[in-house]
């Protein structure tokens, strides 16, 4: 491949970000990544990439910014992982979501349509797409039913790449990611409360980090969590970033739903955490209803038969070996640091 093939990531401090900026530097592109300006420069997903990546600052409110990326670069390949991503702040934020995790999206094609016209694009679409749609197994062909700030805005961006990739003969995908994690994720996650959690408690740390409604994760050795009946289908995020630049590599663009096709629920999230270092889940978890979303998404699992036949991509770690990876790396973390 030739080095010099670019890629530009915006969100690429993040989870997503972070493991596809390293998938793309181990198959010789160069990569520019998109952060958001701050008074430091401290980002632990990528700080490992220091000097071998590109970062430009700016974000998605900011179409000037976006538009002297693309022009300065010229990327032939760009992925939209940025976005207000976390469903629960959506409803306090619904403007804020609305601005970066909508129109940001269009905000790139606009720039690209302009720009870099032959350039390849991918939106990372969401489950929360389907919202509450009482359907078992979801895939390409299911109903769209957004059901909160976040999904809606996650629906507009999807159906406008779609829009441009009919429009304008754009080469533009929509990947409908089911939830996917790993160490990487960020505290407002449940996943990885989970997991940071257990190993607080474990290691009896005594000031945990605090969650998203500003009070320690870990109080008198309890979690307290929101519907513990809620369920997802979660894969694992480094496989998922694989499906992503597999998408931009076909003849034609395409939607996919990339998932595992199982199910669990916060209940079962917890046990396998917690068991995994001798706990029971039920004496350390409690339920704060503060934590409650006002409207759940539906229990499903996504059937990525299309992305395995088309892409030849399917998932490989599993649920539990999944959590059990999250739950021994923030054990190292913790362990490492002397406790946070």
Request: glycine share 8%; hydrophobic share 40%; net charge negative.
């Amino acid at each position: 491949m030739d080095q010099e093939r670019v890629a530009f990531i915006t969100g690429i401090t993040g989870q997503d970000g972070s493991y596809l900026a390293e998938l793309l530097l181990e198959k010789g592109y160069r990569v520019v990544g998109l952060a958001r300006r701050s008074t430091h420069y401290h980002h632990e997903n990528i700080d490992h990439l220091a000097g071998r990546i590109t970062l430009e600052y700016g974000d998605l409110i900011d179409a000037n910014a976006i538009e002297g990326v693309i022009a300065q670069h010229r990327p032939a390949e760009v992925y939209n992982l940025a976005a207000q991503s976390v469903p629960a702040d959506s409803w306090r934020q619904p403007i804020v979501t609305a601005e970066i995790t909508a129109l940001g999206p269009v905000r790139i094609l606009e720039a690209l349509r302009g720009l870099a016209p032959d350039a390849r694009f991918y939106q990372a679409t969401s489950r929360e797409i389907y919202g509450g749609l009482q359907q078992e197994v979801i895939d390409e062909t299911a109903p769209l039913l957004a059901n909160n700030p976040y999904g809606a805005a996650k629906l507009y961006a999807h159906l406008m790449t779609q829009t441009y990739r009919q429009s304008y003969d754009m080469f533009a995908c929509g990947g409908i990611l089911f939830n996917h994690e790993s160490p990487r994720r960020s505290l407002h996650f449940v996943t990885r409360k989970v997991s940071m959690a257990v190993a607080c408690i474990r290691l009896g740390i005594p000031d945990p980090p605090l969650d998203e409604l500003g009070r320690p994760l870990v109080v008198d050795g309890k979690l307290r969590l929101g519907n513990l009946d809620s369920a997802r289908d979660w894969g694992y995020a480094k496989e998922y970033v694989e499906a992503m630049w597999l998408m931009l590599q076909q003849e034609k663009p395409q939607d996919y739903v990339i998932a595992t096709n199982t199910i669990h629920t916060i209940r079962d999230l917890c046990e396998v955490a917690f068991s995994h270092v001798g706990l029971d889940w039920q004496a350390h978890v409690e339920t704060n209803v503060d934590l409650m979303r006002p409207t759940e998404i539906a229990a499903s699992r996504g059937d990525y038969s299309k992305a395995r036949s088309e892409l030849g991509w399917e998932p490989r770690l599993s649920f539990r070996e999944l959590i059990e990876l999250m739950v021994d790396e923030d054990i190292r973390r913790l362990s490492t640091s002397g406790g946070g």
